[in-house]
C-alpha cells in the first residue's frame, strides 16, 4: 500500500519525484525547470522540498554541509529526528561534520582502487557465471537476470555474509529505498527487519572474527575508540544499500543503452580498450543516484525562500545533462574526452564506493560485451525504470541474440 | 626549457580517482584513494595530453597544470 499521490500537473511548483512520468523520462521535466525563470522547483509533498537542476545549484548545495545536512539523505514523509545527528542512520553518508570526517576516513580504505583491484578477478568470474545461465535462450530480463544479481554477490563477499541470502538483500533494498511512500510505520517495519537482520551477522561476527569487511569495522577504530554496534549495523546497512540498488541501476542503464544504440554496442565490441571512457559517459548520462539534503536553518538561495527542515533534492544526472555544465550534454558521446560528471557526487560526500562501482560496471559491460556483441533490446515498451531517487532499469527486456 | 608541472590541491581532491585512471604516470592514489603527484609533477614528454585530460576531468577542479621553468 502507498500513501495517495495525486499525479503531478505543474511541475514547478508542486513536483513529485516518485511519480510514474519522472521515473518513465525526468530529463524533459529537469530540462523544463532547468531553462524557466526559477530553475530550482518547488513541492509542498512530504513536509516542503526543492529540487534545482542547474550545475551551478546542485554543486553550490553539495558544498554548503553548514546550510545542508545530510542528517537523511532519502527524502520521504518522515523527517528523522534532529537527535539522529551528527551520525544519522547510515554514517558517513548520513552525517555532517566533524562527525563525518572520522567515520568516512574509517571506511575508505576497504574501498579503495588497490582494495577494489582485488575483486575484480572474482567479479568477472560471477558475471561470466551468470552469462553462462542465460545461454541458450532469446531474451532475457537483464535487470534481473544479470545487473541486479552483481553488486549483491560483490558486497555480500566483502561483508563475509551468507551468499544464500541474497534475494533477503534484494527485498531490504526495495522495501527501504524505493518505498519512500510508504506509510511511516511501514517505513518503520522494513527498516527493523534491515537491523535485525544485520544484528544477527554481527553477533555472528563478533563472537567467530574473520578476514573480511565486517571483522574489519568492528576492529576499526575512530581517535582511539571502537566504533560501536550501533555504528557498525547502520555503517553495514549503508553498503547493502547503497552499494546495491545504485551498482544495479548503472550496469542496467548502460545495457540499455547499448542495447538501444547499435553504433555504440558495436564500437565497444571493436574497441574494448574504449570501455572504461565509455563507462564515465554513461555514467553521466544516465547517472542513478539523486541525494537529498535538510536545510538546517532558513536561507534565502538564489531567490528561493527555503526554511529550516526543508528537503532539497541533488539531482547530479540533472546537473550532468545542464547545457550550461557541459555542451551537447543531451547526447551520449561514449568517447568524450572531457567529462567532468558528478555521478558520484561532489564535496565531502563523494561516493565512498566509487572505485568499486566503476570496477563493477567496467566488468560487467566487458564480460556481457564478449558474450553477446549483438544484443538489442527485445520490447522497448517492456522496460519499466525505478522512481525516487535510484534510477535504472528494473525490467529490461534483451534479446541476446 | 620550459615544462609543465601538475599540483593537486590537497583540500580540494575527495578522492574521485579520475586523475589516476587518466594519466598514472603522473598521479597515484593513496591509501584511502584521494590523489597524488608523482615525484616532483614534472610532466615527462608525452604525457601532456594525459595531464591535460586528467585536470580537464576532475569533478572537483583540484588540478593545476603550469608551466615550470
Same mark, same amino acid.
Given at each position: 500500500?502507498?500513501?495517495?499521490?495525486?499525479?503531478?500537473?505543474?511541475?514547478?511548483?508542486?513536483?513529485?519525484?516518485?511519480?510514474e512520468?519522472?521515473?518513465?523520462?525526468?530529463? !524533459?521535466?529537469?530540462?523544463?525547470?532547468?531553462?524557466s525563470?526559477?530553475?530550482?522547483?518547488?513541492?509542498?509533498?512530504?513536509?516542503?522540498?526543492?529540487?534545482?537542476?542547474?550545475?551551478?545549484?546542485?554543486?553550490?548545495?553539495?558544498?554548503?554541509?553548514?546550510?545542508?545536512?545530510?542528517?537523511?539523505?532519502?527524502?520521504?514523509?518522515?523527517?528523522?529526528? =534532529?537527535?539522529?545527528?551528527?551520525?544519522?542512520?547510515?554514517?558517513?553518508?548520513?552525517?555532517?561534520p566533524?562527525?563525518?570526517?572520522?567515520?568516512?576516513?574509517?571506511?575508505? !580504505?576497504?574501498?579503495?582502487?588497490?582494495?577494489v583491484?582485488?575483486?575484480?578477478?572474482?567479479?568477472?568470474?560471477?558475471?561470466?557465471?551468470?552469462?553462462?545461465?542465460?545461454?541458450?535462450?532469446?531474451?532475457?530480463?537483464?535487470?534481473?537476470?544479470?545487473?541486479?544479481?552483481?553488486?549483491?554477490?560483490?558486497?555480500?563477499?566483502?561483508?563475509?555474509?551468507?551468499?544464500?541470502?541474497?534475494?533477503?538483500?534484494?527485498?531490504?533494498?526495495?522495501?527501504?529505498?524505493?518505498g519512500?511512500?510508504?506509510?511511516?510505520?511501514?517505513?518503520?517495519?522494513?527498516?527493523?527487519?534491515?537491523?535485525?537482520?544485520?544484528?544477527?551477522?554481527?553477533?555472528?561476527?563478533?563472537?567467530?572474527?574473520?578476514?573480511?569487511?565486517?571483522?574489519?569495522?568492528?576492529?576499526?577504530e575512530?581517535?582511539g575508540?571502537?566504533?560501536?554496534?550501533?555504528?557498525?549495523?547502520?555503517?553495514?546497512?549503508?553498503?547493502l544499500?547503497?552499494?546495491?540498488?545504485?551498482?544495479?541501476?548503472?550496469?542496467?542503464?548502460?545495457?540499455?543503452? =547499448?542495447?538501444?544504440?547499435?553504433?555504440?554496442r558495436?564500437?565497444?565490441?571493436?574497441?574494448?580498450?574504449?570501455? !572504461?571512457?565509455?563507462?564515465?559517459?554513461?555514467?553521466?548520462?544516465?547517472?542513478?543516484?539523486?541525494?537529498?539534503? =535538510?536545510?538546517?536553518?532558513?536561507?534565502?538561495?538564489?531567490?528561493?525562500?527555503?526554511?529550516?527542515?526543508?528537503?532539497?533534492?541533488?539531482?547530479?544526472?540533472?546537473?550532468?545533462?545542464?547545457?550550461?555544465?557541459?555542451?551537447?550534454?543531451?547526447?551520449?558521446?561514449?568517447?568524450?574526452?572531457?567529462?567532468?560528471?558528478?555521478?558520484?557526487?561532489?564535496?565531502?560526500?563523494?561516493?565512498?564506493?566509487?572505485?568499486?562501482?566503476?570496477?563493477?560496471?567496467?566488468v560487467?559491460?566487458?564480460?556481457? =560485451?564478449?558474450?553477446? !556483441?549483438?544484443?538489442?533490446?527485445?520490447?522497448?515498451?517492456?522496460?519499466?525504470?525505478?522512481?525516487?531517487?535510484?534510477?535504472?532499469?528494473?525490467?529490461?527486456?534483451?534479446?541476446?541474440? | 626549457?620550459?615544462?609543465?608541472?601538475?599540483?593537486?590541491?590537497e583540500?580540494?581532491?575527495?578522492?574521485?580517482?579520475?586523475?589516476?585512471?587518466?594519466?598514472?604516470?603522473?598521479?597515484?592514489?593513496?591509501?584511502?584513494?584521494?590523489?597524488?603527484?608523482?615525484?616532483?609533477?614534472?610532466?615527462?614528454?608525452?604525457?601532456?595530453?594525459?595531464?591535460?585530460?586528467a585536470?580537464?576531468?576532475?569533478?572537483?577542479?583540484?588540478?593545476?597544470?603550469?608551466?615550470?621553468?
Open positions: 500500500m502507498t500513501t495517495d499521490h495525486p499525479p503531478v500537473e505543474d511541475w514547478a511548483v508542486d513536483f513529485d519525484h516518485t511519480d512520468r519522472y521515473a518513465a523520462n525526468p530529463f !524533459p521535466i529537469w530540462d523544463e525547470i532547468r531553462s525563470a526559477c530553475p530550482i522547483a518547488r513541492t509542498e509533498r512530504y513536509g516542503g522540498a526543492w529540487l534545482p537542476t542547474r550545475h551551478a545549484d546542485v554543486s553550490a548545495i553539495a558544498y554548503d554541509t553548514d546550510h545542508f545536512s545530510s542528517r537523511s539523505i532519502l527524502m520521504s514523509a518522515v523527517r528523522p529526528p =534532529l537527535e539522529a545527528a551528527p551520525m544519522g542512520i547510515a554514517p558517513p553518508i548520513s552525517s555532517d566533524p562527525f563525518h570526517g572520522g567515520a568516512r576516513r574509517v571506511l575508505l !580504505p576497504a574501498f579503495s582502487p588497490q582494495a583491484g582485488k575483486l575484480e578477478a572474482s567479479t568477472r568470474a560471477y558475471c561470466d557465471e551468470l552469462i553462462d545461465a542465460m545461454r541458450g535462450r532469446e531474451v532475457v530480463d537483464a535487470a534481473t537476470d544479470y545487473a541486479q544479481n552483481i553488486p549483491v554477490r560483490v558486497i555480500a563477499t566483502m561483508l563475509g555474509f551468507p551468499l544464500g541470502d541474497d534475494d533477503r538483500f534484494r527485498e531490504f533494498v526495495v522495501e527501504v529505498i524505493e519512500v511512500d510508504l506509510p511511516p510505520e511501514a517505513r518503520m517495519d522494513s527498516m527493523g527487519a534491515l537491523y535485525e537482520y544485520l544484528r544477527a551477522q554481527i553477533e555472528d561476527h563478533t563472537a567467530h572474527p574473520r578476514d573480511d569487511l565486517t571483522s574489519f569495522l568492528l576492529n576499526a575512530i581517535d575508540e571502537q566504533l560501536g554496534f550501533e555504528h557498525v549495523g547502520r555503517t553495514i546497512a549503508l553498503l544499500l547503497a552499494g546495491i540498488d545504485t551498482t544495479w541501476s548503472a550496469i542496467g542503464a548502460s545495457l540499455f543503452h =547499448l542495447a538501444s544504440t547499435p553504433g555504440d558495436e564500437r565497444l565490441v571493436a574497441e574494448p580498450e574504449l570501455v !572504461p571512457t565509455a563507462v564515465e559517459e554513461l555514467l553521466r548520462a544516465y547517472a542513478p543516484v539523486t541525494m537529498a539534503r =535538510l536545510v538546517t536553518e532558513d536561507i534565502d538561495f538564489n531567490g528561493c525562500p527555503m526554511k529550516a527542515e526543508d528537503w532539497v533534492l541533488l539531482p547530479f544526472p540533472a546537473a550532468n545533462r545542464d547545457p550550461e555544465f557541459l555542451a551537447d550534454a543531451d547526447e551520449v558521446v561514449i568517447d568524450r574526452e572531457v567529462n567532468r560528471h558528478s555521478a558520484f557526487g561532489l564535496g565531502i560526500h563523494r561516493c565512498a564506493g566509487s572505485h568499486l562501482a566503476r570496477m563493477e560496471l567496467r560487467a559491460l566487458e564480460a556481457w =560485451l564478449d558474450a553477446f !556483441p549483438t544484443f538489442t533490446l527485445a520490447d522497448a515498451h517492456g522496460v519499466r525504470w525505478s522512481g525516487g531517487q535510484v534510477r535504472g532499469p528494473r525490467r529490461l527486456p534483451i534479446a541476446i541474440g | 626549457m620550459i615544462s609543465l608541472r601538475v599540483k593537486i590541491d583540500a580540494s581532491c575527495e578522492g574521485h580517482g579520475r586523475c589516476y585512471a587518466l594519466a598514472p604516470a603522473l598521479f597515484e592514489p593513496d591509501e584511502i584513494g584521494n590523489a597524488s603527484v608523482l615525484g616532483d609533477g614534472i610532466v615527462p614528454a608525452g604525457e601532456e595530453d594525459r595531464a591535460r585530460r585536470v580537464a576531468n576532475c569533478p572537483e577542479h583540484a588540478i593545476a597544470i603550469d608551466a615550470s621553468t
